[in-house]
Nanobody, 117 residues
């Protein structure tokens, strides 16, 4: 069992930056693939970024490629999402997820990110 707690969301102006953190419980964090997803009002949840258990491989949605960076610190049981050049369309609730092969077995409660124009 893995418990995930996101933090770092907030209100930021377009062009600004935020860093989301996701703290995980459990001793097996380093064995899980981790990811970030988001859900905007009235829309389905969508994939944002993912990182392999070792951190050696990362994956991004086309909409955030070049602006967002996912990373992890296995010693701290934490995964991060650095978000730069934020746009109003990035406004959403951001969720952290973990999984053995693909992040989706465990979910956090979400953190709100609002980008004003």
């Amino acid at each position: 069992q893995v418990q995930l707690v996101e933090s770092g969301g907030g209100l930021v102006q377009a062009g600004g930056s935020l860093r989301l953190s996701c703290a995980a419980s459990g001793r097996t964090f380093s064995s899980y693939a981790m990811g970030w997803f988001r859900q905007a009002p009235g829309k389905e949840r969508e994939f944002v970024a993912a990182i392999s258990w070792s951190g050696g491989s990362t994956y991004y949605a086309d909409s955030v490629k070049g602006r967002f960076t996912i990373s992890r610190d296995n010693a701290k049981n934490t995964v991060y999402l650095q978000m730069n050049s934020l746009k109003p369309e990035d406004t959403a609730v951001y969720y952290c997820a973990a999984g053995s092969d693909y992040p989706g077995d465990y979910w956090g409660q979400g953190t709100q990110v609002t980008v004003s124009s």
